[in-house]
């Protein structure tokens, strides 16, 4: 498809890592102190740091001694990695169905398998915080680990998403919010716990400044080409070549690491002043669902009850696959970028992780959920040009 102006793109996903990241991150080259002080005023506990978030959970998951091959219950509607840490870590994933009107977990599909389950992974698909209650009900004595990965700042009845359960973990890595390059944060309450997670996280392997080095680089190359005007020029070609065998986004293979210095430097520099960042974002999501007319074949997302999200990603969720399919050649055609989150996961739990097709609402919003750029990098004007692509489209679909 030709862009009628690359330059112009507006990026699906936002990797805020330019030169001042740069300069941060390898002023830390040297840094291997693991006290980060902000994020632990934030959170008032003392973190466990490791290299990404796929790993965080595969420590959590063997610290909690587990029977080997026990089922871990977990949304079919989230990212495969999750899937490949559960079984990094000898166990098998248990796929859980989702809600269709905010993406999260089930409680009654829970519910109904939850004699199956040894754990159960919570993801707060979106920014947009899980029943935590309900889901912690049922649960009982089974442990909770919650995926914020997504869902930074996010509250649940007046706590912080990661707060919520036996254990949690975020991430830091580029095209999340905070955008360090890679990076993840372990929370756990539970003193014990704590203790077998990090004795876990110290048998991971830790950077070499060359290999720190050579990550703040490319990780800045690669952001740059996430950014306009190098975005629609030369980024977006790209990622289209090649697909997922290798993308910008690097979502490819499961390297287990301690965290880098570098990447460490980077998200204490940000985090303490970074729900401004979020203020931005919630402003432009709001924007867009006061601008955006609903003509009935798609519907906008919503803040739960007694929730606050963070509006990490703004997610239209159509009546059929055909409808999502032409709103995103439709937006792609005004200059903006989109993406069918999820879109082959049902195939590839089959394929790869005992899939058996008991999650039919979950394999529906693979099919007919788009997200939208509103990222807090974004212009008034953007956000006004995306409404106002978003309302022409809804009449030619």
Not at 55 to 81: E, H, N, R
Not at 243 to 249: E, G, P, R, S, V
Request: charged content about 20%; aromatic content about 10%.
């Amino acid at each position: 498809m030709k862009l009628r102006d690359p330059i112009k793109l507006i990026p699906r996903n936002n990797w805020d890592y330019g030169f001042k990241a740069l300069s941060i991150t390898l002023a830390g080259l040297q840094n291997n102190a693991k006290q980060m002080h902000n994020i632990e005023n934030i959170f008032q506990q003392n973190p466990v740091w490791t290299n990404s978030g796929r790993t965080s959970l595969y420590a959590i998951l063997k610290s909690l001694d587990l029977p080997a091959g026990a089922k871990v219950g977990v949304p079919l509607f989230c990212c495969s990695v999750v899937f490949n840490a559960i079984c990094q870590a000898g166990l098998i994933p248990r796929f859980l169905d989702s809600n269709m009107n905010d993406c999260n977990i089930s409680i009654e599909d829970l519910r109904k398998k939850r004699a199956d389950l040894a754990a159960v992974v919570a993801v707060h698909m979106f920014g947009n915080p899980c029943d935590m209650d309900a889901i912690v009900a049922i649960a009982d004595s089974m442990p909770v680990i919650e995926d914020c990965a997504q869902s930074i700042f996010s509250t649940y009845k007046g706590k912080q998403t990661g707060l919520l359960s036996t254990a949690s973990f975020f991430s830091f890595r580029c095209g999340k919010y905070i955008s360090a390059g890679e990076g993840s944060a372990i929370f756990c309450r539970e003193l014990e716990l704590h203790n077998k997670i990090e004795r876990t996280v110290n048998s991971f392997e830790s950077w070499s400044t060359l290999k720190k080095f050579i990550n703040s680089l490319s990780t800045f190359v690669k952001a740059t080409l996430y950014n306009r005007p190098w975005y629609g020029l030369i980024g977006y070609p790209i990622g289209m070549l090649l697909d997922k065998k290798l993308n910008l986004t690097a979502k490819d293979g499961f390297e287990t690491g301690k965290i880098a210095s570098t990447h460490l430097a980077l998200i204490d520099a940000r985090i303490a002043h970074f729900q401004e960042k979020i203020n931005i974002q919630r402003k432009h999501a709001q924007m867009l669902l006061s601008a955006v007319v609903m003509p009935g074949n798609f519907s906008l997302p919503s803040e739960g009850d007694n929730c606050s999200n963070n509006w990490f990603q703004f997610a239209l969720r159509f009546q059929n696959t055909n409808q999502r399919d032409l709103m995103a050649e439709y937006l792609l055609n005004q200059g903006i970028d989109t993406s069918k989150y999820l879109d082959n996961v049902a195939d590839e739990a089959r394929s790869n992780y005992g899939y058996d097709g008991d999650c039919p609402n979950a394999e529906l919003l693979s099919k007919t959920v788009l997200l939208v750029p509103i990222h807090y990098t974004l212009q008034t004007c953007d956000i006004e040009h995306i409404a106002h692509s978003i309302n022409e489209g809804s009449q030619v679909i």
